[in-house]
C-alpha cells in the first residue's frame, strides 16, 4: 500500500481510532481493484480496526474509474466500495484550484501542468515558475511553502539550462517582492556564488556557488528534516553524512529522510 495513517474519529463521546488506506495510482491496472480490497482486508485483519480506502488516481485515461471489487460464490457476496479522485477531473475547474488555499491544490496543478507540458519545456518553464510564484500569494507558513516549492521542483523537472533560468527568476521574485525566506537552500547557494563570481561570469559564478555552499546546504537540510522528523539523532550521524560529498547522493539522503517511517530505516539506507 502506498500510505496508512492512524486518525481520530468522536463516537459517543469517546475518541476512537480508524484506519485511512491511501493508494495513488498512475496508470490503469486490471487487476488495481482487487489489489485494493487485498490492502484492504490485510489491514483489517492486522489492526482489527474499520478501514476507509481512498484512491487517488493520476493517470491520463478519463474513462478508467475503478470504484469497487466483488465477487459472488454460493450465495456469497464479497464487495469493498471505495472513494476515488481522479486529478483529471480537476483541470476543468482550473479558476477553483487557483483559488483555492488548500495546499493539495498546489500540488495537483503542479501534477496536471507536468503532463500537460510533457513534450514542451519551454511551457514546462512558464507553468513551473507561476506555481512558484503563487506560493507567496497564498499564505502559507514558511514549512509548507518549502515543502510545496521542493515538490514543484521535483515533479517539474527541466533541462539544465531552464532550471537556471528558473532558479535565477525565483531569486529576481523573491528579492522584488521583499519575501526572502521561500527559496529552498539550493538556490541561496546559487545565487551566493553567482554574486561572488559575477566577474568571472555567469556560468563559472554557479559553479563556485555549487562548490561553496550546495554541499552543506544540503547537508543541513538533511539534519535538520531527521531532527524535526525523528528528535535526538546519534552523535555519529553528522560525520556519516557529512563523508557524503555527491551532491545528488545528498538529495537523494534527503529525500528519503522524508519518506523513511523511522531513523533505524533511513539509517540503513545511509549505510547503503
Known sequence: MDKLARVY????????????????????????????????????????????????????NPDWRPVSYEYRLFGCRTLLEFL???????????????????????????????????HNAEERYAAKLRLAKLLYQKGYDRREIINLFRFIAWVMALPPELEDQFMNDVIAYEKKENLPYMAPFELRAFERGREEGVEEGI??????????????????????????????????????????????????????????????????????
Open 84 to 118: 476515488t479522485a481522479k486529478l483529471l477531473d480537476c483541470g476543468a475547474d482550473w479558476d477553483n484550484l487557483l483559488e483555492s488555499d488548500n495546499p493539495f491544490a498546489i500540488v495537483t496543478m503542479a501534477h496536471l501542468q507536468t503532463q500537460a507540458t510533457r
Open 203 to 272: 556560468e563559472k559564478g554557479i559553479e563556485k556557488g555549487i562548490e561553496k555552499g550546495l554541499e552543506e546546504g544540503l547537508r543541513q537540510a538533511l539534519l535538520s528534516t531527521l531532527t524535526v522528523r525523528f528528535g535526538a539523532l546519534a552523535e555519529d550521524l553528522p560525520a556519516r553524512v557529512a563523508a557524503v560529498t555527491e551532491p545528488a547522493e545528498l538529495r537523494e539522503l534527503h529525500r528519503q529522510a522524508l519518506l523513511a517511517d523511522s531513523l533505524e530505516e533511513f539509517m540503513v539506507l545511509l549505510g547503503e
Open 9 to 60: 474519529r468522536r463516537g459517543d463521546g469517546a475518541e476512537i481510532w480508524v484506519l485511512i488506506h491511501i493508494e495513488v495510482q498512475g496508470q490503469p491496472d486490471d487487476d488495481f481493484e482487487e489489489r485494493v480490497y487485498i490492502y484492504n482486508y490485510r489491514i483489517f485483519d492486522r489492526y482489527k480496526r474499520r478501514v476507509a480506502s481512498l484512491i487517488v488516481l493520476t493517470d491520463t
